[in-house]
């Protein structure tokens, strides 16, 4: 909901005050309207139309490419072909941050459990994107790149600076954990799996000839996520190793 307040401190000539030979040159205050920013700043109606109007380009710069029916995922995201098409082709308006996604020991649940069960969980992490992050809007966009595997993108579009940004996205990954309750042979079996990710940046571009090379971030992205994947993998040998050692 936009909040229209009044600014008194604006002029502009009154057109209804006459004199002779033509319009009386005199000045009357008026209040011109504001709005109020999701920041709760007030700012003038004209910036914030300039505003709206940059998202919506942005969005339908971005939807464009995913607008067709065979771009869609099973459960919901952008599949595959979408993916490819937008890394060969999406100019970014904003500076943002690409991230690969992979899910922590899913591949022996889905093999134990079947297809089905498997699909529960994936379904249940694209919800949980949709719930964290701007996916519904079109701010963010979350592509399944096949099996468990997806590519998250994230336009910069904050008040905050870069930085804080990225953190917040780490920061909301690193407590994401995907739960599902699975039926095997009439029994009910609770599953928690955590995820592995790579996250990194891009810059803006005016045009196709600037714009960045989403594959070769992409391939950056899919590094970084093994890499945290091996220092996860760590952790937990190290951790169970301290188990043993303290019974």
């Given at each position: 909901?936009?909040?229209?307040v009044k600014?008194?401190?604006?002029?502009?000539p009154d057109?209804?005050?006459?004199?002779k030979g033509g319009?009386?040159?005199r000045?009357?205050?008026?209040?011109?309207?504001?709005?109020?920013?999701?920041?709760?700043?007030?700012?003038?109606?004209?910036?914030?139309a300039?505003?709206?109007?940059?998202?919506?380009?942005?969005?339908?710069?971005?939807?464009?490419?995913l607008?067709?029916?065979?771009?869609k995922?099973?459960f919901?995201?952008?599949?595959?072909?979408?993916?490819?098409k937008?890394?060969?082709?999406?100019?970014?308006?904003?500076?943002?941050a690409?991230?690969?996604?992979?899910?922590?020991?899913?591949?022996?649940?889905?093999?134990?459990?079947?297809h089905?069960?498997?699909?529960?969980?994936l379904?249940?992490?694209v919800?949980q994107?949709?719930?964290?992050?701007?996916?519904?809007?079109?701010?963010?966009?979350l592509?399944?790149?096949?099996?468990?595997?997806?590519v998250?993108?994230?336009?910069?579009?904050?008040t905050?600076?870069?930085?804080t940004?990225i953190?917040?996205?780490?920061?909301?990954?690193?407590?994401l954990v995907?739960h599902?309750?699975i039926n095997h042979?009439?029994?009910?079996i609770?599953?928690?799996?955590?995820?592995?990710?790579?996250?990194?940046t891009?810059?803006?571009?005016k045009n196709?000839s600037?714009?960045?090379n989403f594959?070769?971030?992409?391939?950056?992205?899919?590094?970084?996520?093994?890499k945290?994947?091996?220092?996860?993998?760590?952790l937990?040998?190290s951790?169970?190793?301290?188990i043993?050692?303290?019974r």
């Amino acid at each position: 909901m936009i909040d229209i307040v009044k600014d008194q401190s604006s002029t502009f000539p009154d057109r209804n005050a006459t004199k002779k030979g033509g319009l009386n040159p005199r000045w009357r205050e008026i209040s011109p309207p504001q709005v109020t920013s999701e920041d709760g700043e007030e700012i003038p109606v004209i910036m914030a139309a300039n505003k709206i109007r940059e998202k919506i380009i942005n969005l339908m710069e971005g939807n464009l490419l995913l607008k067709e029916s065979d771009m869609k995922d099973r459960f919901g995201c952008q599949n595959a072909k979408a993916l490819d098409k937008f890394l060969n082709e999406f100019v970014p308006r904003h500076d943002g941050a690409l991230v690969f996604i992979d899910f922590r020991y899913f591949k022996p649940i889905n093999d134990a459990y079947g297809h089905k069960e498997g699909d529960k969980i994936l379904q249940e992490f694209v919800d949980q994107i949709n719930a964290n992050f701007r996916t519904v809007h079109g701010e963010d966009i979350l592509f399944r790149a096949g099996g468990d595997e997806f590519v998250l993108v994230c336009q910069y579009q904050e008040t905050a600076d870069f930085d804080t940004f990225i953190n917040k996205i780490k920061e909301k990954l690193k407590s994401l954990v995907i739960h599902s309750i699975i039926n095997h042979k009439g029994q009910d079996i609770e599953v928690s799996i955590g995820l592995d990710y790579g996250v990194v940046t891009y810059k803006a571009a005016k045009n196709q000839s600037d714009r960045p090379n989403f594959s070769e971030l992409k391939h950056q992205a899919d590094v970084e996520m093994y890499k945290y994947k091996q220092a996860q993998h760590k952790l937990a040998e190290s951790g169970n190793q301290a188990i043993q050692l303290g019974r």
